[in-house]
């Protein structure tokens, strides 16, 4: 009697321990934006220029001039953009606040940083 609990118990903790470790296994979200996903800079980031920037970006502070029409080719000839390399385009340190936080009033939603990055990683076109 006492041999058979033991058994059943231990069949039990097994059962147990393969749910969770397979839980744990399955528990691992990719990335939360799929990079995959073509980012297009007149569909997706100029609007997000617009929303936020462009109060600022001219009629404020010049440069850059995000408005459409000037901002791709300031963003690029003037380095504020650097593809393929997130880490060094200034434009989009602003938006992880280094070494200031833009727009100044507060972050940009995740979601929308993230494109912007997805952006300059897919060569930062003019698409
Ligand atoms: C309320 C006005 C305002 C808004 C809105 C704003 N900015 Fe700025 N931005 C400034 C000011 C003022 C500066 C200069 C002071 C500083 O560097 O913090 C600046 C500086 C910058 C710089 C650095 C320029 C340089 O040559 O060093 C970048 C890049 C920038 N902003 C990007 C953005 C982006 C992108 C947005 C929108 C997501 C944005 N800003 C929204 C006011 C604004």
């Keep these: 009697m006492v041999l058979n609990f033991k058994k059943s118990t231990l069949g039990l903790g097994t059962l147990l321990f393969l749910i969770l470790f397979s839980s744990c296994y399955y528990d691992h979200p990719e990335a939360s934006t799929p990079s995959d996903t073509v980012v297009s800079f007149s569909n997706d980031v100029q609007p997000i220029f617009n929303a936020n920037c462009t109060v600022c970006h001219p009629s404020l502070?010049?440069?850059?001039?995000?408005?459409?029409?000037?901002?791709?080719?300031?963003?690029?000839?003037?380095?504020?953009?650097?593809?393929?390399?997130?880490?060094?385009?200034?434009?989009?340190?602003?938006?992880?606040?280094?070494?200031?936080?833009?727009?100044?009033?507060?972050?940009?939603?995740?979601?929308?940083?993230?494109?912007?990055?997805?952006?300059?990683?897919?060569?930062?076109?003019?698409?």
Excluded: H
């Design 61 to 127: 502070v010049p440069n850059p001039n995000l408005s459409e029409g000037s901002s791709y080719p300031t963003l690029i000839n003037d380095n504020y953009i650097i593809a393929n390399d997130p880490d060094g385009s200034l434009l989009y340190q602003r938006l992880l606040g280094n070494p200031s936080i833009m727009p100044p009033t507060g972050s940009l939603p995740n979601s929308q940083i993230e494109l912007i990055k997805n952006w300059i990683e897919q060569g930062a076109l003019n698409n």
